[in-house]
């Protein structure tokens, strides 16, 4: 379903039979509205947008940086200039890199080089381990601090490469032409509706404000996240290596 079909789904059920905006209860800018909320609710509470190819979200490139480079007064520049140091005159890759304010979650990590996956770990224990920072070599670990918006590896890295991340996330953009379609599974569509009907009675306008339908159709919109959770735990089930085949069928 694009905008406009679940825009006019909800005004169906609603019997909004106005053919112009002036004479609606609920304007297509209104309902536009309603409609991206619920698309944004589904996208957080439930985790269902998966991305592994966006450019801009799901890499990373890590690359060295020439030592020369690193701002005087700051930690990285006094190691590097520091004969007893770990990495004096030496081009290292940082540590801590920014995730896209998107990215709700992190599935995998891997390399682009070379071939394993990066091992998750506690963000407590990144912060508890003030070595992290201090070892060479190829990050084999990481840690999410989604507060600060970043991940933090357990190594420097001397070479270069690309981390590929595997997320879960927002939707990259609302829904703004009638023939945009949400980037979520298409038979989760329908479940965008009660939701929108909840909006819509919630309005507050005397001839739009329902309380009783605004609670019903918000306990049946709840009723859907939950249908839309089990049926991510399902695919999530089929897409682990031993039924990886399921997933397809």
């Known amino acids: 379903m694009n905008l406009k079909q679940i825009r006019e789904e909800a005004w169906d059920i609603a019997r909004e039979t106005a053919i112009r905006d002036s004479d609606r209860l609920w304007s297509t800018k209104e309902m536009n ?37 690193f701002t005087p007064g700051t930690e990285d520049y006094r190691l590097a200039n520091d004969i007893n140091s770990w990495i004096y005159h030496t081009d290292v890759a940082p540590y801590i890199y920014p995730l ?4 709700l979650d992190i599935d995998e990590i891997k390399w682009t080089e070379r071939a394993w996956r990066l091992t998750k770990v506690s963000v407590s224990k990144w912060q508890v ?5 201090q070892v060479l070599g190829m990050p084999t670990e990481y840690a999410t601090d989604y507060s600060n918006g970043v991940i933090a590896l357990n190594f420097r890295s001397d070479s270069a490469d690309t981390l590929r991340l595997i997320v879960r996330r927002m939707p990259l953009k609302d829904l703004t032409a009638d023939a945009d379609i949400p980037e979520f599974r298409t038979h989760y569509h329908d479940f965008m509706i009660n939701g929108i009907l909840w909006q819509m009675y919630s309005k507050q306008d005397a001839e739009t404000f329902d309380g009783v339908k605004a609670t019903d159709y918000k306990v049946m919109w709840l009723s859907d996240l939950d ?23």
């Open 33 to 69: 509205r309603y409609i991206n909320r619920i698309y944004r609710l589904i996208a957080r509470e439930t985790k269902c947008i998966r991305d592994a190819i966006t450019p801009s979200i799901t890499q990373i490139p890590s690359v060295p940086v020439d030592y020369t480079t």
């Open 100 to 103: 896209d304010p998107l990215i």
């Open 129 to 133: 381990n003030p070595f992290w920072e």
């Open 227 to 249: 249908e839309i959770k089990q049926q991510e735990t399902i695919l999530d089930q089929r897409l682990r290596v031993n039924f990886s085949m399921n997933a397809f069928r």
